[in-house]
Nanobody, 119 residues
């Protein structure tokens, strides 16, 4: 069984920064691709960022490019979020998939952490 536990969410003013962490445990491989997704109230869950199993490749949603940075250290993935905007407000979910390629479906999900950006 795989467990993903997010932390680091909170309330921040526009222009501020937060760093989310996601610790993976269980039958997760160190070379598994991991990603961050988010869901705002009344909206569908959307992709935010992903990193390959080896950490050498990353991918971002256009709206967060240049502001968010995803990184990976063994079985922990981070999302550094700078220059936050009110539209970044959402529940952020960590996800993992067994392959090293970040394309494809994600099989494992965390419980989510709330990020609220005030204007």
């Amino acid at each position: 069984q795989v467990q993903l536990v997010e932390s680091g969410g909170g309330l921040v003013q526009a222009g501020g920064s937060l760093r989310l962490s996601c610790a993976a445990s269980g039958r997760i491989f160190s070379n598994s691709a991991m990603g961050w997704f988010r869901q705002a109230p009344g909206k569908e869950r959307e992709f935010v960022a992903a990193i390959s199993g080896g950490g050498g490749s990353t991918r971002y949603q256009d709206s967060v490019k240049g502001r968010f940075t995803i990184s990976k250290d063994k079985n922990t993935v981070y999302l550094q979020m700078n220059s936050l905007k009110p539209e970044d407000t959402a529940v952020y979910y960590c996800a993992a998939r067994p392959g090293s390629n970040f394309y494809g479906s994600y099989d494992y999900w965390g419980q989510g952490t709330q990020v609220t950006v005030s204007s």
